[in-house]
């Protein structure tokens, strides 16, 4: 069983910026795709940006040119930097690892972007 560790969620200012980072439990971390998602309250949970077990990146169109994906192999973890945040970025943000049949999420972290 692979565990993922959610942290850095919190309140921010609308223009402002956090970095959420997912540690995972694996020895294996390399093999594993990580995705970031979202979810607010009462809408279905959204996909925010991915990044390949080789470093290829995609991102929800909502987000582009704001967020930045990425992973360090070495520390078994995988970040989200997010700029210049909106309000209706406010969410509980999601870490997922997948490799072949097996996927794994972690417990979320509450984003909250206001005035």
């Known amino acids: 069983q692979v565990q993922l560790v959610e942290s850095g969620g919190g309140l921010v200012q609308p223009g402002g910026s956090l970095r959420l980072s997912c540690g995972v439990s694996?020895?294996?971390?390399?093999?594993?795709?990580m995705a970031w998602y979202r979810q607010a309250p009462g809408k279905q949970r959204e996909l925010v940006a991915t990044?390949?077990?080789?470093?290829?990146?995609n991102y929800a169109d909502s987000v582009k040119g704001r967020f930045t994906i990425s992973r360090d192999n070495t520390k078994r973890t995988a970040y989200l930097q997010m700029n210049s945040l909106r309000p209706e970025d406010t969410a509980v943000y999601y870490c997922n690892a997948k490799f072949l049949n097996n996927e794994y999420w972690g417990q979320g972290t509450q984003v909250t972007v206001s005035s």
């Open positions: 694996t020895t294996i971390f390399r093999s594993y795709a």
């Open positions: 990044v390949t077990s080789s470093g290829s990146t």
